[in-house]
């Protein structure tokens, strides 16, 4: 495609349910990352992927929080039994390559997650 | 732990010149972003320094010290669409996982 695309938009949940972020990177890429960004917050670095591995899932907030990419293409972000701290827009980009050469993140327009 | 230190708002007027200022302190760096978010958008990348020194992009221009832990976006020729929040961001090396650490952003508002 033409950008990043994600899916759903939107999202209403109740606490306690399960929910399924979608990332479609940019064709190509090999790089992908998510990033969540509360209200009026800075954005927080949550896990990014190198092909088909994620290097390093620290950044996730907790054991609820789990990601995978398949086929060095989509990506999903999966909460299992959500809280309302949760609710926050989760952004995904990618970039061609990963650092230290110098690139360029594309993002997504994002999932605004809302749990009530 | 890591800091990084932005103004939370500015304002300025159309036309004019306006410095946004990010202070650093991270255990490891491997360059540093600038992003563009209008309210209700994704992030856009602006910029990236890795050496010091000024790096000019048409009216943006960011400015980066390793040894002060310091960077500027410089934006001239104020328009009103510029109104937006400017993200600062250091990349970890990759020994620190990598990991992109963003500021708060600065919420900068245009005045005709």
């Known amino acids: 495609g033409a950008g990043v695309s994600q899916s759903p938009s939107n999202k209403v949940t109740e606490k306690g349910k399960d929910v399924e972020l979608r990332c479609d990177p940019i064709?190509?890429?090999?790089?992908l990352y998510w990033y969540r960004q509360s209200l009026g917050q800075g954005l927080e670095f949550l896990i990014y992927?190198?092909?088909?591995?994620?290097?390093?899932k620290s950044g996730l907030p907790s054991d609820r929080f789990s990601a995978e990419r398949t086929g060095g293409s989509v990506s999903t972000l999966t909460i299992q039994r959500t809280q309302q701290e949760d609710s926050a827009v989760y952004l995904c980009?990618?970039?061609?390559?990963?650092?230290?050469?110098?690139?360029?993140?594309?993002f997504g327009p994002g999932t605004r997650l809302t749990v009530t | 732990g890591q800091n990084i230190d932005q103004p939370t708002e500015m304002t300025a007027t159309e036309g004019a010149i306006v410095q946004i200022n990010c202070t650093y302190q991270?255990?490891?760096?491997?360059?540093l972003f600038w992003y563009q978010q209008h309210a209700g958008e994704a992030p856009t990348f602006l910029s990236y320094?890795?050496?010091?020194g000024l790096e000019e992009k048409g009216r943006f221009s960011s400015f980066l010290s390793r040894s002060k832990g310091y960077s500027y976006l410089l934006l001239k020729e104020l328009q009103m669409k510029d109104s937006a929040s400017y993200l600062c961001?250091?990349?970890?090396?990759?020994?620190?996982?990598?990991?992109?650490?963003f500021g708060q952003g600065t919420e900068l508002s245009v005045k005709p």
């Open positions: 961001a250091v990349i970890l090396s990759p020994g620190q996982g990598g990991k992109l650490i």
């Open positions: 320094n890795v050496l010091d």
């Open positions: 991270t255990s490891g760096f491997n360059g």
């Open positions: 980009a990618s970039s061609l390559l990963w650092p230290p050469v110098q690139y360029e993140q594309y």
């Open positions: 992927f190198q092909g088909n591995s994620a290097p390093d």
């Open positions: 064709s190509g890429h090999t790089a």
